[in-house]
């Protein structure tokens, strides 16, 4: 199996494309076949890795063109029409290089992002969105003298979105994210719907309203890339659909303006 990879070091003129071989035994993942490459061609080779069982999100990467875990995307699969992602175009999904994709599996850092080494990019940005949430929960009180008691119903709502591992895929694959610098994305945004269908939450109304801006829940152009391309499950666009649904029933017209001209700010406030 051969294994066309996207090369960058800071300081280049520009990026460039090496191409390896390596065996694809059946089981094999992404994630291996780098590691093997890494091991026995190119020690320089730099990615990011750590659980290797879908749990951490450090190894999400553009897999032919579709931002997946390495850790869990199959080689054995990769060409296989049945396994096919649509996404909605953007940018990083136009075919820039030599690419066979019958024979060949093309691996680039993850989009959006400002490129570090190779296939590592800095998660800054994305990070910086997730804390202008304020994702920590702020209980209601008076506390109860052991736990909260929750319905299985409201158990199950929240889980849709507690199972969202940080790895930023949804962030690569947004079409919204590719031209709008203060757009939180569909990460941080399905993380701030989490707290406020929390019946736990102090104060959840003040959640949805902390994102009613034009570059908030309104930015959103529903392309549902990343509930595609989330390896949990996570449906981002649907927690922002709710969201704009209840906004409008409260609040007829039009969205607050963003102040400021940069991002990401706190929105949170």
Excluded at 63 to 77: D, E, Y
Excluded at 153 to 172: P, S
Excluded at 242 to 255: H, M, S, T, V
């Amino acid at each position: 199996m051969k294994f066309r990879v996207f090369r960058y070091t800071q300081g280049d003129d520009a990026p460039h494309y090496d191409v390896f071989e390596t065996c694809g035994v059946p089981g094999m993942s992404v994630l291996a076949a780098l590691t093997t490459i890494q091991e026995q061609q190119d020690p320089g080779l730099s990615f990011r890795s750590s659980c290797r069982g879908a749990v951490c999100g450090a190894c999400a990467m553009l897999i032919n063109k579709v931002p997946r875990l390495a850790c869990r995307s199959q080689v054995t699969g990769l060409t296989d029409k049945k396994n096919l992602v649509h996404l909605s175009p953007y940018p990083a999904l136009e075919v820039t290089t030599l690419w066979d994709p019958a024979t060949e599996v093309l691996v680039e850092p993850l989009p959006h992002l400002p490129l570090l080494k190779d296939l590592v990019v800095d998660m800054t940005a994305f990070f910086d969105f997730l804390q202008s949430v304020d994702p920590v929960f702020h209980p209601r009180e008076p506390l109860p003298g052991k736990e909260f008691h929750m319905e299985p119903d409201a158990v199950r709502k929240l889980e849709r979105f507690t199972n969202c591992v940080l790895c930023g895929a949804c962030f690569g694959a947004c079409p919204v994210n590719s031209r709008n610098p203060k757009y939180p994305g569909p990460a941080a945004l399905a993380t701030l719907y989490r707290f406020h269908i929390d019946p736990r939450e102090h104060d959840p109304g003040s959640r949805i309203l902390a994102a009613d801006t034009e570059s908030g829940w309104w930015a959103c152009e529903f392309h549902t890339n990343c509930t595609r391309v989330c390896p949990k499950g996570v449906p981002p666009a649907f927690a922002i659909g709710r969201a704009r649904n209840e906004l409008k029933q409260k609040r007829p017209g039009p969205p607050t303006r963003d102040l400021g001209d940069d991002g990401p700010s706190d929105i949170s406030r």
